[in-house]
């Protein structure tokens, strides 16, 4: 498609397991970026690959998330043992070179109960 | 982490009437984003800005990078209901390597009476 584009659009899982979100960046985009949104707050940087590679990862809060992007085009943000303080907008983002403005996608809310 | 200065924090306008808002740093960038975001959506890109000084509109919006670097304004004239939404400004360092971190405002809430 046009534009960046996120699935699911909502998740909601319990405490405890296990969610994938994906991110299908703007075609040709080899800079994509992933954030997360809480109610009345800007995004929040969480990783920035560059190509297949992760090249910057200090925003991921701790080792429980982890994130891919295997072929250089689909990411995928994993979270493993969710907690509640996870519930948050995770926003998708790409750019054509990392030197460029980044494009956001939709964004998926999880919802950890 | 660090975050820009953006003012106001709300408004609330009469429609027709224009709008202003801003951004500043004590940090230098090298490249000003202004993007609106509509509840449940992710931001949408409104103005990019590369150039010190430069002044760029986009329809009824206006932006301009400030010369020292350090700030931008984001100007929308004749407002209408839909222009409702949060808008943030969004600074991309003079960078090192390949750390091209936005750093983020706290966003204006824009309210638009028809």
């Known amino acids: 498609g046009a534009g960046v584009s996120q699935t699911p659009s909502n998740k909601v899982t319990e405490k405890g397991k296990y969610v994938e979100l994906r991110c299908d960046p703007i075609?040709?985009?080899?800079?994509l970026y992933w954030y997360r949104q809480s109610l009345g707050q800007g995004p929040e940087f969480l990783i920035y690959?560059?190509?297949?590679?992760?090249?910057?990862d200090s925003g991921l809060p701790n080792d429980r998330f982890f994130a891919v992007r295997p072929e250089g085009s689909v990411s995928t943000l994993k979270i493993q043992r969710t907690e509640r303080g996870d519930s948050a907008v995770y926003l998708c983002?790409?750019?054509?070179?990392?030197?460029?403005?980044?494009?956001f996608g939709p964004g998926t809310r999880l919802t950890v109960l | 982490g660090q975050q820009l200065n953006q003012s106001p924090q709300s408004m609330f306008i009469q429609e027709g009437e224009d709008v202003s808002m801003n951004c500043t740093s004590s940090?230098?960038?090298?490249?000003w984003l202004w993007y609106k975001q509509d509840p449940g959506e992710g931001p949408v890109l409104l103005i990019a800005?590369?150039?010190a000084g430069e002044l760029t509109s986009n329809g009824r919006l206006t932006a301009q990078f400030g010369i020292t670097r350090k700030d931008s304004f984001l100007n929308i004239s004749a407002s209408i209901p839909s222009d409702v939404g949060i808008y943030f400004c969004?600074?991309?360092?003079?960078?090192?390597?390949?750390?091209?971190?936005?750093?983020w405002g706290l966003g204006t809430s824009l309210a638009v009476n028809p």
């Open positions: 940090s230098i960038f090298n490249t």
């Open positions: 075609s040709g985009h080899t800079a």
């Open positions: 983002a790409s750019s054509l070179d990392g030197r460029d403005s980044q494009y």
């Open positions: 800005l590369y150039k």
């Open positions: 969004a600074g991309l360092g003079i960078g090192s390597g390949n750390n091209r971190k936005l750093i």
């Open positions: 690959f560059q190509g297949t590679g992760a090249a910057d």
